[in-house]
């Protein structure tokens, strides 16, 4: 049946998973028409803006990439990971081009051309991972092991897209490539200590950056103490803190919350979440971390069940990007972690987030319709 066209080499693909990512990303939908309403009407004067953008420019393409990348056997991308991987490293060149490059925020981190915008941080997340899914694979796991025939390659091509990002400056979405890429390095056989050195060094580099912007260190002394400048630094945090605290366990209701009212920062964006929870209440929190808790062990169990050594590791990058995004966000919301910009994922509104997210999905399904034993 569509969207999953007839194949005699493949069975059925995990039908629970789909309907579970189908549920996401509607849910979504519905959210953020709620979330963007005051925003899309003071800002473009229209309170469909937002919802509208989303339909047309991430869900539409998403449907297409979905449906085409489902359809397709996955073992098909080892022969193009190399090309798609240096046209997105080219993208991350691309966006400091003068008149090509936009600025979001404080990152230098869009394309835009003829009107349309995209983020090449969200292609690089997919090319990455398809490419150091394939790298590792013909590795082996000696070779993953080895200290200059696996260790520093993937350090090196790891550091070139850090490198780009950070002169952007766009570190929500290097922190979820770098975790991205630590846990396929991990899956695949790497050594512990090759692993535990990423992380060290990996904290002495956000120690320094965070050290050496007055910005950053505010925001992580806001994080240590949101009540200190709830009317500057800290107001974004506190904001979300009152958005969720105010909507207890049933929620204000649909479409009645007062702080996307110019009052929280970034609604449709990473601060989505707090939008939920002030309209929904605790209860829907709840459920969506259960959806996405489900999610993650389902395809787990793809990963177990993968024909190759290739498809396992693409779905264990998969869900770890979807996992640590949706971790980020909702912990920086609920103050866990220092606000970091990152969205949540199928939530969060980002029309070239949710297409391509869409089409990682379709990948993911593809490659339970090839397990060696159905996933039900």
Partial sequence: MFPFLKNDRYHAPDLILFFCFTILIIFGLFVLSSAGAATGF???????????????????????????????????????????????????VIVFIPGIGST???????????????????????????YLATWLEKRGVQGVKDLYFGFLPFLFVLGIISILMLLQPDMGSLSIIIFLAMAVFFAS????????????????????LITQSAYKLARLTT?????????????????????IGSGGFWGRGFGLSRQKF???PEATGDSIFAILAEELGFIVCVLTIALLIFIVWRSLKIAKNSPDQFGRLVVIGIISWFTFQAFFNIASMVGLLPMTGIP????SYGGSALAISMGAVGILL?????TKKTSS
């Fill in 42 to 92: 003071q800002n473009f004067g229209d309170s469909y803006y937002f919802i509208k953008h989303q339909l047309l420019n991430g869900l539409l393409p998403g449907l297409i990439l979905f449906c085409f990348l489902v359809n397709i056997n996955y073992q098909v991308w080892k022969k193009f990971t190399l090309p798609l991987l240096l046209i997105s490293i080219a993208s991350l």
């Fill in 104 to 130: 979001y925020g404080t990152a230098h981190s869009w394309i835009n051309i003829f009107g349309f915008s995209f983020q090449p941080a969200e292609l690089v997340k997919l090319t990455f991972l398809l």
């Fill in 189 to 208: 056989g790497a050594k512990f200590k090759h692993v535990a050195m990423i992380v060290v060094g990996g904290g002495i580099s956000i120690y320094f």
């Fill in 223 to 243: 994080f240590l103490h949101p009540e200190l400048d709830p009317q500057g630094i800290g107001y974004h945090i506190n904001q979300a803190f009152l958005a």
């Fill in 262 to 264: 110019q009052y929280l």
């Fill in 344 to 347: 949540l994922p199928f939530i």
């Fill in 366 to 370: 593809n490659i339970s319709r090839q």
